[in-house]
Nanobody, 115 residues
């Protein structure tokens, strides 16, 4: 069993930055591929970014060049640095951990981009 706890969300003005964190416990963090997803009101959950156990990254087109995913295996934590935030980035952001057939989700953290 893996527990995921997101933090770092909040209210930010357009053009601002936030750094999300996802702390994990309960298993060997380094073997998991980690990802961030988001869900805006009335919309389906969508992929934002991912980082494999080997450190390879992938990004959704709308966040490419603005968001950066990273991981610290010593701290069992994955991060999402979000820069140049736009109102359309407003959503609940969820952390995800995947290994083979295992898949875990955090409870989500709200990000609101508004002036």
């Amino acid at each position: 069993q893996v527990q995921l706890v997101e933090s770092g969300g909040g209210l930010v003005q357009p053009g601002g930055s936030l750094r999300l964190s996802c702390a994990t416990s309960g298993s060997i963090f380094s073997i998991f591929d980690m990802g961030w997803y988001r869900q805006a009101p009335g919309k389906q959950r969508e992929f934002v970014a991912s980082i494999t156990s080997g450190g390879s990254t992938s990004y959704a087109h709308p966040v490419l060049g603005r968001f950066t995913i990273s991981r610290d295996n010593a701290q069992n934590t994955v991060y999402l640095q979000m820069n140049s935030l736009k109102p359309e980035d407003t959503a609940v952001y969820y952390c995800n951990a995947t290994h083979d057939l295992l898949r875990y989700w955090g409870q989500g953290t709200q990000v609101t981009v508004s002036s």
